[in-house]
């Protein structure tokens, strides 16, 4: 907590969607720095990388590992490895906010999956898992079939 509370205020001195790892970072970022300059610090360039960069070897811990992990998939869909720093940071502010709170959905992430399988199936669409998929027809920018 005490190595992310600083990155988690420089997170918000910029907007997250500013962080790229590219150089376009220059022009996303950089109409914000001026007014961001006083609480920047040197690790904030840190948070363009991944969220798994960024901790390291400082995370060791098994369990919150996998913990972060799927925050990171929460957030974005993607393992720590693939989440933005800047992201994490940012959602980490939240959590130094006072009376703030971490809600999980009903059912955890299993509920969240079966909402999504719910919806599919409600409008017909079926899950097959570990089924080959030999091609998808697309028609109009829509996937009609997969064989």
Same mark, same amino acid.
């Given at each position: 907590?005490?190595?992310?509370?600083? %990155?988690?205020?420089?997170?918000?001195?910029?907007?997250?969607?500013?962080? $790229?790892?590219? #150089?376009?970072?220059? %022009?996303?970022? @950089?109409? #914000?720095?001026?007014?961001?300059?006083?609480?920047?610090?040197?690790?904030?360039?840190?948070?363009?990388?991944? #969220?798994?960069?960024?901790? @390291?070897? $400082?995370?060791?811990?098994?369990?919150?590992?996998?913990?972060?992990? !799927? %925050?990171?998939?929460?957030? +974005?869909?993607?393992?720590? +490895?693939?989440?933005?720093?800047?992201?994490?940071?940012?959602?980490?502010?939240?959590? =130094?906010? &006072?009376?703030? /709170? !971490?809600? #999980? &959905?009903?059912? @955890? +992430?299993? *509920?969240?999956?079966?909402?999504?399988? @719910? *919806? %599919? /199936?409600? =409008?017909?669409?079926?899950? $097959?898992?570990?089924?080959?998929?030999?091609?998808?027809?697309?028609?109009?920018?829509?996937?009609?079939?997969?064989?």
């Amino acid at each position: 907590q005490t190595f992310m509370e600083p %990155l988690a205020q420089s997170s918000v001195a910029l907007p997250p969607a500013s962080f $790229r790892q590219d #150089f376009g970072a220059v %022009l996303t970022a @950089g109409k #914000f720095l001026p007014a961001a300059m006083g609480s920047l610090n040197a690790d904030a360039l840190k948070l363009t990388g991944s #969220f798994s960069d960024l901790v @390291g070897d $400082r995370i060791t811990d098994p369990f919150i590992k996998n913990w972060l992990d !799927l %925050l990171c998939f929460l957030l +974005s869909g993607l393992d720590a +490895s693939g989440t933005v720093a800047a992201e994490v940071a940012f959602m980490f502010n939240e959590w =130094y906010q &006072p009376n703030c /709170q !971490l809600d #999980f &959905p009903v059912g @955890g +992430s299993q *509920g969240m999956v079966d909402a999504l399988v @719910g *919806g %599919l /199936q409600k =409008y017909g669409g079926k899950i $097959r898992l570990g089924a080959h998929v030999e091609e998808i027809v697309v028609e109009g920018g829509v996937a009609k079939v997969v064989q």
